[in-house]
């Protein structure tokens, strides 16, 4: 197995399970790079790589960016027949990916062509799609347009949420690798063209981009909610002057729009011996949500008895952005 020369690069928890299958199985790879500590830290899903390389011996690189010149020199001195980017933030530019001789083995959460792009796992909660899935591919220039070297199919149930669906990410990008692994220590580089699908690339997302829409349906806010808690920053809205994230939401049947609420309104608490059943009941442009878990931006975290006491009822999640915008279309 010594013959082939192999890089890890990888940050995200998505990654790990494959690692270590990787290098239980005695696969040649020769150093891993990952974040630094600081940028680690800002990285939803990061997951520290340091005690897996430890047990194996391996070398850890702490970089930066995969495309500065550290990078670029550690990967030259090195010089990979394949380079794994498993679990990155970044697209590797030209310059990075000629140093790999056979190329560059990537993954991307979702089946593509579909959902190609940015945070497809969110992206597709939040959408309320019913089958997601993974590729493992050859890195291109184009973005997740590379040849198809395996691909994974699982459903995606109502009770799912981005953390569900990276673990099963997790799971199949262990299983794929490590039926790639013999295929390429015998030489051989599988793929199949990717067929190029007609859907624009999913854009990126940012953590302002979490402010729950009320006027939303129901639904729709229990997907967007269950598409960004854990391990990701988490969908957020204001009450009396307090920025809460919203972690856990439960959804109740969808009776349609309630007669004098406004989206966004404590309907009022949601009261049981079980604190996990304990919340408040919020309006929705149609049907409701419970929410079962907040935090501040103290860090505070609110549920069970504490949450059902909060006197909220009557009054509104989100008034002060709904404001907002009605002042701007006003004044334009």
């Given at each position: 197995?010594?013959?082939?020369?192999?890089?890890?690069?990888?940050?995200?928890?998505?990654?790990?399970?494959?690692?270590?299958?990787?290098?239980?199985?005695?696969?040649?790879?020769?150093?891993?790079?990952?974040?630094?500590?600081?940028?680690?830290?800002?990285?939803?899903?990061?997951?520290?790589?340091?005690?897996?390389?430890?047990?194996?011996?391996?070398?850890?690189?702490?970089?930066?960016?995969?495309?500065?010149?550290?990078?670029?020199?550690?990967?030259?001195?090195?010089?990979?027949?394949?380079?794994?980017?498993?679990?990155?933030?970044?697209?590797?530019?030209?310059?990075?990916?000629?140093?790999?001789?056979?190329?560059?083995?990537?993954?991307?959460?979702?089946?593509l062509p579909h959902n190609r792009g940015s945070a497809p796992v969110n992206w597709t909660i939040m959408r309320g799609e019913r089958e997601s899935?993974?590729?493992?591919?050859?890195?291109?220039?184009?973005?997740?347009?590379?040849?198809?070297?395996?691909?994974?199919?699982?459903?995606?149930t109502p009770y799912d949420t981005c953390a569900t669906l990276y673990a099963r990410v997790a799971q199949t990008n262990?299983?794929?690798?490590?039926?790639?692994?013999?295929?390429?220590?015998?030489?051989?580089?599988?793929?199949?063209?990717?067929?190029?699908?007609?859907?624009?690339?999913?854009?990126?997302?940012?953590?302002?981009?979490?402010?729950?829409?009320?006027?939303?349906?129901?639904?729709?806010?229990?997907?967007?909610?269950?598409?960004?808690?854990?391990?990701?920053?988490?969908?957020?809205?204001?009450?009396?002057?307090?920025?809460?994230?919203?972690?856990?939401?439960?959804?109740?049947?969808?009776?349609?729009?309630?007669?004098?609420?406004?989206?966004?309104?404590?309907?009022?608490?949601?009261?049981?011996?079980?604190?996990?059943?304990?919340?408040?009941?919020?309006?929705?442009?149609?049907?409701?949500?419970?929410?079962?878990?907040?935090?501040?931006?103290?860090?505070?975290?609110?549920?069970?008895?504490?949450?059902?006491?909060?006197?909220?009822?009557?009054?509104?999640?989100?008034?002060?952005?709904?404001?907002?915008?009605?002042?701007?279309?006003?004044?334009?």
């Open positions: 197995m010594t013959s082939l020369r192999c890089v890890w690069v990888g940050f995200h928890a998505e990654g790990l399970p494959a690692l270590h299958a990787l290098l239980g199985a005695g696969a040649p790879i020769r150093a891993v790079l990952t974040l630094t500590p600081e940028l680690r830290a800002k990285r939803s899903g990061a997951v520290d790589f340091a005690p897996l390389c430890a047990e194996y011996a391996v070398p850890l690189h702490l970089i930066t960016g995969i495309n500065e010149p550290e990078a670029f020199e550690i990967l030259q001195q090195i010089a990979p027949d394949v380079i794994f980017v498993i679990g990155w933030h970044q697209i590797v530019r030209p310059p990075v990916m000629r140093l790999a001789r056979i190329g560059l083995v990537g993954a991307h959460a979702s089946y899935g993974n590729t493992l591919m050859w890195l291109s220039e184009g973005v997740d347009e590379g040849d198809i070297i395996a691909q994974r199919r699982f459903p995606i262990r299983e794929m690798l490590l039926e790639l692994l013999p295929r390429l220590l015998a030489g051989q580089r599988p793929g199949r063209p990717q067929e190029r699908g007609t859907e624009s690339v999913l854009p990126r997302r940012r953590p302002a981009d979490g402010e729950i829409a009320w006027d939303a349906p129901a639904h729709a806010v229990y997907d967007f909610v269950r598409a960004l808690t854990r391990p990701y920053p988490g969908a957020f809205s204001t009450i009396d002057g307090t920025r809460w994230c919203v972690w856990d939401a439960a959804l109740p049947p969808d009776l349609g729009p309630i007669p004098g609420t406004q989206p966004g309104e404590v309907l009022g608490p949601v009261i049981s011996p079980s604190p996990s059943a304990c919340g408040q009941l919020v309006a929705c442009g149609s049907g409701a949500v419970i929410l079962l878990e907040l935090e501040d931006e103290a860090g505070t975290v609110v549920h069970g008895q504490r949450l059902s006491e909060q006197a909220w009822r009557g009054k509104r999640f989100g008034a002060a952005a709904a404001a907002a915008v009605a002042a701007g279309a006003r004044d334009g």
